[in-house]
C-alpha cells in the first residue's frame, strides 16, 4: 500500500553477513539523492547466530513508518527466505543467490505473481572476486542498478567509510559493486522493472540519525551536561552518542556499575545543578524506580529514556513493544506523580528529549521519556535542528531579594518552589527522601503530608498546557478517533491516510505527553468522535487502561499484538473500518 | 572571615539536634568532623554532604552545609553525582555499616577503583541500628539479634580490608572514644586528592550490647609508628590480622600517586576535541 | 461511636517511656480477662526522641477498626497532651500526672466536659518508688482500679514477662502497680466513672497476636519453608517470627545483604521445590520488581507481604498508607500479571498468608500480599487457627505415566504446565527470563510470545474462584455501595454499621484478591447499588483508578485521605451519609 | 551407571548449539567443566546450574543439568536460594565479568563470608561482551571501548584479590587456553566445603582486541610451586601484584576449617527446639 512512490527493500540473513552495515550505505545513498528514507532493523539477542534483518524504506515524501511490509526482499540465507518470503505479493521482486548461496536455477517457491531475480552474491564474491564477504557489497551493487539507486553516491559513502581502512579495502568494494552492477547489467537488462526510485534535488538541510542518536543530539541541545549509565540493549547508543559529544561541551559522561549507581548519580547531580540523565531499557527502569520515588520527593530535575524492549524479565531485548507505560506511570511505592513522554518518531527523539529536559527544570520533577527499540535503532531522514533556535528553561532560582526566607520547599501559588544549589551562599538546606516541612527537615505529621502530597501532584497538573503536549487530526463526521502512543503514531498516521484515502472518515489524536494525559486536548477532539480505538503493542493495552480512568463516556476500544514487531499501518486501517 | 566559615567546630552545627540516643557513638564523629571543619576553615556554602538511611546516616541534618539524605546504601551513588556535577565542592558521604557494606556494598568498589574525588565516613557499630537491632555486616558470629534469635550465622567483612583491595586511596580507622585523633584523621582524608575512607568504630549502646565502648577501648592502639602506609599488602595484612585481640587506629595507607576519577576526566576533555555543532551534524548529514 | 461495651484508652508520651511495654501488658490483661482487643500504636521513625502512642480498645464484641478516638487518654508528656487532648469529648477521661510530671494540682486546658483524673505517676514512681521508670506500672495499676481491669490478670503477665529477670523485678513491677492502685482508691474512689469494663468468660480458644506475626504464622501454616528478607520498617517483625520458628520445622530462613538478594533467593528456593517467601516495605518492594518479572516469566510460585508505609522514597516509614496498589499490580517492566492479594485484620494475615501460598503454588506465580504497618502492628485478639484444618495446595508436578514428554512450559488447557524441580530424574530443563517456547529454550518469535503472554494472563485470570476472594455485605434498598481494600476494610465495616444504626442504607463490597480484581462478584454487587464509594488512604485513589478501568457503568466516588493515619469509621460514616 | 551420570565428558552436553562466536574463550570452560563433571561422575538430576545474563551467562543452556538463567548481575543470589531450599543439589553458578563485579558485586562479598555452599565461576572477558563491546570492570584503563571512546577512565577491579578478602575458603585461577588444567581445578573447586571461586580468563576476540589468547599465553604461568595455599595476605598481595607482567594459574588460597553457611545453620537448628504448634499459639494465649 504506502505512497506510489514508496520503495521498501528488506535484507534478511544470519546476523555478522554485513547485512547491518551494507543496509546503512544503502540507507545513506537514498538518503544523499535526496529521498526521504526510513530504516528498520532487528538483531538477534545472541552474539552469534540468529536472523538479522534490515529494511530501507524510500520515498519522495514524508515516511510515517515502517510501513506494509516490503516489495523488494533479498535473503541471505534460508532462514530469511522462509521468514519472509510469504510477505511477498503479487508483483514483488525475490532477489535470489540460490539455495544456501548455491545452485541459481533451484528456485524457491514464492506467492503467486512475485518476480524472480537471480542475483549469485555468494558464488560472484567468492569465485569471481575471491573475497565471500563482499557478498553484501555485490549486492547493493545490484540493488543500485536495477532499482535507480545513484551508485555514485553509493560510492562517495563506501569511500567516506572505508578510507581510513585504506585505498585497497575502497577499491576492493567498489569492485564487488561493479560486479554486483555488472551482472544484473547481463542478465536482467530489459525486464521491465516495477519499482524505480527517482532521485531528486533537496534543498533542505537534512540529517540521517537513529532515534538512540536523536535522544542524544537532543540531550545536547537542552544543555545536558551529566549523563550517567549502564550499558543495555537496545539503549546503549544513547550513552555512545553523549559519550563521544557531550564531553566537548564541558559535559561529563559516566559508565557506573548498575543502573541503580546510575540514577542514584544522576540525582546528585542534579542536587549540585546539572542538567542530568540516564538513558536505559526496562530492566533498568525497575531497578531505578526506588530512586525515581526520591527523585519525586526532593524535587529534582532530571531525565531518563527508556528505550522500551520486550518484556517482562529479560524477555525479548531485541523486539519490539510498548510495554513500560505502566511502570513509567504507576512503578514505585508511594503515592506519587511523575511526567512521562513518547516519542513517535527520530526527529521527536531529537524535540521531546528537550521538552524532556525543561520539564523537569521547570517543574522540579523527574521526566521520563518513553522510546522503543525500533524507533531507537532505526534512521531516519529529517530536517537538521537549529541549536540557535532551542528555547532552553532553567530551574527557577531563589532570589534573596524577592524571595524572602530561603526555604527549599517553600509553598507557593504555582507549586514551585524557587531553589538554590551547593555554593550558592547562604542557601545551605538538607534535600531528605523522608517527608519534610518547607524547610526539608523530616516532619511525618498529616499537615505536612497532605500538603505536599498535593503540591507534588498539582505542580505538574498542567503540564500539558507547557509544550505542544498533543496534536489533534480531526476529520469532520468522523465517528471513531484512533488514540497511542510512542511509535505506533507513526503507524496510526499512515493507516489514517490509507483509511481517509479508502474513504472512511476518522480521526485521530496524538499525545506526546502521557502522563499526565493531556485531558483538555483529549476532551475537545472526544467531542468529535463517538468512539475510540486504541491500537497498542502490548497486552493490556496500557494505554487504553490509563485513558478509562477518565471515565470519557465513550465506547474504548482495545487493539493490541504483541509478538515483538511493530504494527503494520494496513492493520489499522483494516480496523478503523471495521470499528467505524 | 567570608561567610560560611567559622572559628570553632561548635559554630558548624545545625539548629537540628541530633536523633541519636544518649551514649550513641556517632557523637563522636559529629564533634570531631565539627573541629576538623574548622580546622580546614571549610565553608558550608561549597560543601556537600550526603547519606544514606540509618541513625549514622542522619549525621549531614547536624552540622550547616547543604546535604542531602537519599535512600538506604545509595549514599555513594549520589555524592559521585554530586562531585562530577561540580568538582568545586568539598563533598563527604557518610553512612552506617549497613548501608554502605550490605545494601550499599555494591557501590564501594567501584568508587575506590575509580579513585572518586570524595570522602567517606562510614560508623560502623556492627548493628542495624535505625531499624532496632538486626544483624549487620560487622555483627560479630553467633551473637544474638532479633533477625538471628539463634545467633549470627555469618562471618562479619572487614571494610578496611575491603575498601584497601578496592583500591582506595586513603585510608584510615578511628574510634569515636578517641575524638581528639580522629579530628586529625578527617582533616587528612578531606585534603587527601582522589576517594578517602575512614572507619569510624561507633558503638551503638541500645541494640548492640556486646561491642561497647568499654570492649573497644581495651582493644584500640595506634597503628605501630613503624606502619608503612605506602604498602598496601601490609596494610590489608593488618587489616585482616586479628589474632592480637587488637584494633589499630589511624592511616593504613595512603598512595598521592594515581590519578583521581575528575585528574582523568580532565585528560580526556583535552583529546575529545572542541565542540562544534555543525560539525557534529556532519556526520549526520548523507 | 462505637459498641456501648467499648473502652478505648489512648496512652502517649516519648518514645522509651515504657509507653509500649505497658500498653501491651494491658492489652494483654484485658484478652485474658475474655474481652476482645485490637490496639494500636504509632512510632516515631527515629531511634530517640519523638511522640509514640499505644490505644487499646477493648470489648465485648467482634472489634473491627481502631474505631473513633479514645475515651480515655493518659499523657506522659505535654507533646502528648497537646497531640490528643482537643480528640477529647464531653464525658471522656484524661488521666493527668501534672505538667511534665510536675503539680498535679496545675491543670491543663481541656474541652468543656472532659473529666480529669488526677495521677501523680512520675511523683509516686520517683519518690514513693525511688524508680522513675516504673512510672508506666504505676499507670498500669491505677487504670485497671479505674476501669475494672482485673488486676490480678495484670500480675499473671507481668509475673510471665518478667519472671526470667528475677523475682526482685517481678516485685518491683507489682509494688508499681500497687501505688497506682492504691492512689486512685484514695482519691477517686466513689467518683462515678463513666466507664468500665467487664470480664467475660471466653470458652473460645483466643490468641492476641500483631498482624506481622500473623504473617509469620500463616506461612508456617501454609508449610513455608524459606524466608529470605532484608530488614525494613514496618516488617522487619515478619522476619523475626519466622527466624524463631520456621527453623524448629526444618525451614530456611536468611537475611541477606538486600532486598534484591532475598527476592533473588527466594526465586532459586522456588526453582527447588520450596514453598518460598520474603516480607518488605515499598522500598523493598520497588527494588524487587525486576526480579519479579524474572518470577512471573519463569513461573515460580512465592510469596511477598508487602507490609506498606507512607511514601514516597523513605517517606514516613512509620505512618499508615495504602499508596503501593499501583506499584503492586503495575510495577516491573514488560507486560505481566500477578496476583495481588490485601488483608483487613489480624485474622485475615493468617487466613490470607495461607492463600498466598496456595494460590502461588496453584497458578505457578508470584503473589503479593498487602498489609500495612498499622495492621502489621497493631495486635488483636481472634480464634486460634487449626493447623490440622488447613487446607494447603501444593504445585502440580510432573507424572511422567500421564503427562507425555517432559515440557516444562506446555501449552495446556487450564495454562498450567505440570512442573519439575532438581532432583527428580528424566526432567532436568532450563528455567529462563528470556522469552521461550514449550521446552524453556529461548525463543523470540512473535508465535511463543503471544501464547506465553496470553497463558501468563489466562491461567490466572479466574483466580477469584480459587477462594473466598471477596464479600458482599448487600443491604436491601441501598444506593451507594463502599468498596475499599486494605485494613480500610475495618474501617468500613464499622462505619456501614454505624449508618446503618443511623438509619442510612448502604452495602459494602470487601475484596480481598485485588488482582485480578473479583470481577464476577462485583458485578453481581454492582447489580444492587447506583454507585459506589471508595475511601483510601492515598492521594490518587489507587483503588478507585483500577475499578474506573472496569468500566462499570456507575459513579465512582473516590473518598481519600492522606495523612499519615487511618481512617476512622465515623469519616466514612458521615461520607456515606452524604453521598446516599 | 546410573541415568543422569555419563562416561565421558561430552555426553555432558545438551543439544543446544553454543550461542557463543568461533574462538570465544568460553568454550574452553564448557568442554574443560564437562570433563570434570565426567570426572567427578556427576548425576544432572541432581546439579542446578545457575547464571545471570551475558554471553558467558549462557553456559548453562549447553550442559544437560537443571538450569536456571536469570536475570543480569543476580545468578549468586538465586544460586543460593536453590542450595539452601536443597542442601543435597550440587550448585554451580556462572557469569561474566560485568555480570558478576558490576551490577553483581553487592552479592559476592556476602556469599563469600557466609561460605556459602556452592561454586562460582566468572569468565572474565574484560569486556561486555553481549552487550557488545563496553568497558567492564576488568577492562584495562585507557582502552577505547563503544561507551570509552577516549579510553576507559577507570582503574580495573581484581577479582581474586576481592573474593579473598570476602573470605572465600577456595580461589582459583584458570586460563581459557589451558583447558586441561581447568579440568582439575574445577573439580577440586566442586569438591571443596562452601564457597569455591574460580576466576577463568576467557578472551573475547569479539570486542576486546587487546586481550587475546595470545597476550595471555605470554603472561600465564602456574603458580610456583611453593606457593602456600593457606596464607590469606600472601595469597591476596599475589592476587594484586601485577609488577612481574605475570599472570597466575592454580590455587591461591584454600581454607577447608571454616564451617559452612549450610553447617552453621544446621547447628542451630539442633539449639530452635523442636516443633510444636501448639506451644507456638501459647506465646499468643492472653
Ligand atoms: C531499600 C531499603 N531497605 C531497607 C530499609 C530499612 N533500613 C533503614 S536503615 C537500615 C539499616 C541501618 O543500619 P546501618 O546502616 O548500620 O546504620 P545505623 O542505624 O546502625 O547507624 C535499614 C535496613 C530502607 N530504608 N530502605
Ligand atoms: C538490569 C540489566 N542491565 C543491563 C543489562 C544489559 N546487559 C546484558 S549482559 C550485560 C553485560 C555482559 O557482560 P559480562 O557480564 O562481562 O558478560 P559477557 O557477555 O562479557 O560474557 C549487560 C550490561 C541487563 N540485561 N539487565
Ligand atoms: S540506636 Fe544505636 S546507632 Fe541509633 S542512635 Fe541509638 S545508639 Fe546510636
Ligand atoms: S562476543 Fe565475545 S564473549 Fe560474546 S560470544 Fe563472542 S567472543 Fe564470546
Ligand atoms: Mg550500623
Ligand atoms: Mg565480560
Known sequence: MGHKSDLCIRIGGEGGEGIISSGDILAQAAAKAGLEVLTFKTFPAEIRGGYAMYQIRMSSEKILSEGDGFQVLVVFNKEALDNNINKLKAGNVLIWDGPEGGDINELPEVPEGVIVYNLPMSKLAKVDLGVYRSKNMVCMGALSELFNIPVDRLKEIINNRFGKKGQD???????????????????????????????????????????????????????????????ITPATEIAYWVAKHLV??????????????????????????????????GPGLSLMTEILGLGVMVEAPLVICDVQRGGPSTGLPTKHEQSDLFLACYGGHGDFPRIVLSAENVADCVDLTIHAFNLAEHYQTPVILLTDGSLGFRTETFEAP?????????????????????????????????TAIPGMEGCAHMQTGLEHNEKGSPNYGPVFHTKNTEKRFNKIANAEDFFESSHSDIEEGATVGV????????????????????????????????????????????????????????????????IKTKEIGKEIIKYNIYGGLPFEPQEIAKKIKEVQ | MATGIYAKGKEYKSEVPPTWCAGCGDYGLLNAFMNSLADQQINVNNTALISGI????????????????????????IASGVKLANPELEVVAFGGDGDGFAI????????????????????????????KGQMSPTTTPGMKTSTTPYGAPDNPINPLAFVLTYGATFVAQAFSGNPKQMRGLITQAMKHRGFSYINVISPCPTFNKQDTFDSYKEMFEDLPEDHDTSDKPGAIAKALDRTSGKLYSGVYYEDKETPTFLDRIAEQRKTAGAFDFQKILDIYRP
Open chain 1, 169 to 231: 579495502i575502497v577499491d576492493l568494494n567498489y569492485k564487488a559493486l561493479q560486479l554486483g552492477i555488472d551482472y544484473v547489467k547481463e542478465n536482467h537488462q530489459g525486464i521491465s522493472n516495477p519499482y524505480n526510485v527517482v532521485a531528486q534535488e533537496q534543498n533542505k538541510d537534512v540529517i540521517i540519525m537513529s532515534g538512540n542518536d536523536a535522544v542524544g543530539l537532543g540531550a545536547l541541545m537542552a544543555g545536558c551536561n551529566f549523563f550517567a549509565c549502564y550499558p
Open chain 1, 248 to 281: 566537548k561541551k564541558g559535559g561529563t559522561v559516566v559508565q557506573t556499575e548498575d543502573e541503580i549507581s546510575s540514577i542514584g548519580a544522576v540525582v546528585g547531580a542534579s542536587f549540585a545543578g546539572a542538567k542530568a540523565m540516564t538513558g536505559t531499557s
Open chain 1, 386 to 418: 537549529d541549536i540557535n533556535k532551542v528555547k532552553v528553561v532553567n530551574r527557577k532560582m531563589y532570589n534573596p531579594d524577592t524571595d524572602g526566607e530561603f526555604l527549599r520547599y517553600k509553598f507557593t501559588e504555582d507549586n514551585i518552589s524557587p
Open chain 1, 483 to 546: 488514540v497511542t502512543w510512542g511509535s505506533t503514531q507513526g503507524s496510526v498516521r499512515e493507516a489514517v491516510q490509507q483509511a481517509r484515502e479508502a474513504g472512511v472518515k476518522v480521526s485521530a489524536f496524538y499525545p506526546k505527553l502521557v502522563w499526565p494525559f493531556p485531558m483538555k486536548a483529549f476532551n475537545e477532539f472526544l467531542k468529535t468522535v463517538d468512539k475510540i480505538l486504541v491500537p497498542e503493542v502490548n497486552y493490556q493495552g496500557q494505554l487504553a487502561e490509563i
Open chain 2, 54 to 77: 540509618g541513625c549514622s546516616s542522619r549525621f549531614p541534618f547536624f552540622i550547616k552545609a547543604y546535604g542531602f539524605h537519599g535512600v538506604h546504601g545509595r549514599a555513594l551513588t
Open chain 2, 104 to 131: 550499599g556494598g555494591g557501590h564501594v568498589p567501584h568508587m575506590c577503583r575509580k579513585n572518586m574525588d570524595m570522602t567517606y565516613i562510614v560508623m560502623d557499630n556492627s548493628i542495624y541500628g535505625l531499624t
